[in-house]
T-cell receptor, first 114, second 114 residues
């Protein structure tokens, strides 16, 4: 089955700096890697995802990179702003009883200092 | 826009009670999921369902059961609540085709068992 490890568990950056969160996965068959952002007291929301046929995807200040050989993927946030402060979760799928389920990382609490 | 609605934001119950958590989605999604979220542990899958009356165990099904009598509604049942089931419970839904579709989450139910 899939195992997803996420680092770091907490990250504090100065406003305007970049933040990088890394995840590794174990199932070489995994082909879809979403990232969720959860603000305090709110639901997790998908912010970006990547499929295994590409190595990088960008959406404004957010990018995700994927290294299938090494089985790791990373979230990059540039020009961080206080509103980026939240808990971020990575995930990878695993096939279970003919259905896909997501295995989530343990989360990274990002604090952007004004 | 997908809407996943959980019946309660906060719930307080007593040890030994039978507890029902309800989740409704309005996007005709085939897949529905129940997770619990605990600090440092990420989101752990309790049960999921890929069709009406179908259910599959997730990673931590012990002490829980589920019901899916209609496509839009997925209920989580704590048969006899215990204090170690105090947690945040999140419901999610997704399309089943094509594979690996984003999951959409509800606002969560913070359940306290006294």
């Amino acid at each position: 089955g899939e195992n997803v490890e996420q680092h770091p568990s907490t990250l504090s950056v100065q406003e305007g700096d970049s933040a990088v969160i890394k995840c590794t996965y174990s199932d070489s068959a995994s082909n879809y890697f979403p990232w969720y952002k959860q603000e305090l007291g709110k639901r997790p929301q998908l912010i970006i995802d990547i499929r295994s046929n590409v190595g990088e995807k960008k959406d404004q200040r957010i990018a995700v990179t994927l290294n299938k050989t090494a089985k790791h993927f990373s979230l990059h946030i540039t020009e961080t702003q206080p509103e980026d402060s939240a808990v971020y979760f990575c995930a990878a799928p695993t096939l279970m009883d003919s259905s896909y389920k997501l295995i989530f990382g343990s989360g990274t609490r990002l604090l952007v200092r004004p | 826009d997908v809407k996943v609605t959980q019946s309660s934001r906060y719930l307080v119950k007593r040890t030994g009670e039978k507890v029902f958590l309800e989740c409704v989605q309005d996007m005709d999604h085939e897949n529905m999921f129940w997770y619990r979220q605990d600090p440092g542990l990420g989101l752990r899958l309790i049960y999921f369902s890929y069709d009406v009356k179908m259910k599959e165990k997730g990673d931590i099904p012990e002490g829980y059961s589920v019901s899916r009598e209609k496509k839009e509604r997925f209920s989580l049942i704590l048969e006899s609540a215990s204090t170690n089931q105090t947690s945040m419970y999140l419901c999610a839904s997704s399309l089943s085709f094509p594979d690996n579709q984003p999951q959409h989450f509800g606002d969560g139910t913070r359940l306290s068992i006294l």
